[in-house]
């Protein structure tokens, strides 16, 4: 822990968590032309929908419906996404975490988002291998919402 604010508790800490992010991801210089090039990512779109995917994963609620493990395996057929970018991804959001919150959930949030670039990484290198490689090697579990 080495946040400096409170914990991450409500849907409104979520809202900023998500915003001061993704306003890093917008101004990097690996990850921003994967969302705005590769992606055309629509920002009133998508940052409502991350909201509601923090919301889900920190909090329980069942605000999220979406398919993010198909959404990130297509887009890496169109623009590298590996441990170079979702490193990257980490460290923008482990930094921003430590820069706003302290206490558990934050610790939480930090664990979760480590867990999910693993599991998408694991997923767009199984595709990439193809279907027989998708039944080798360590199993992992599935995203948690």
């Known amino acids: 822990m080495t946040g400096t604010g409170h914990d991450i508790t409500t849907r409104a800490d979520i809202e900023r968590l998500v915003d001061a992010f993704y306003a890093q991801v917008r101004a990097d210089e690996i990850l921003a ?11 009133a779109h998508h940052l409502p929908k991350m909201y509601d995917f923090w919301e889900t994963v920190l909090c329980g609620a069942s605000a999220y419906r979406g ?14 996404l590996g441990e170079r970018e979702f490193g990257r991804w980490l460290t923008l959001f482990v930094a921003t975490v430590d820069a706003a919150f302290l206490g558990p959930q934050a610790d939480e949030a930090k664990r979760r988002a480590a867990r999910i670039a693993s599991v998408m990484q694991h997923h767009i290198r199984s595709a990439a291998a193809g279907p027989a490689a998708a039944t080798v090697g360590p199993a992992v579990a599935p995203l948690e919402p």
């Open 33 to 43: 032309p994967i969302f705005d090039d590769a992606a055309h990512t629509d920002w």
């Open 67 to 80: 398919q993010p493990i198909g959404i990130h395996v297509e887009l890496a057929t169109r623009v590298p």
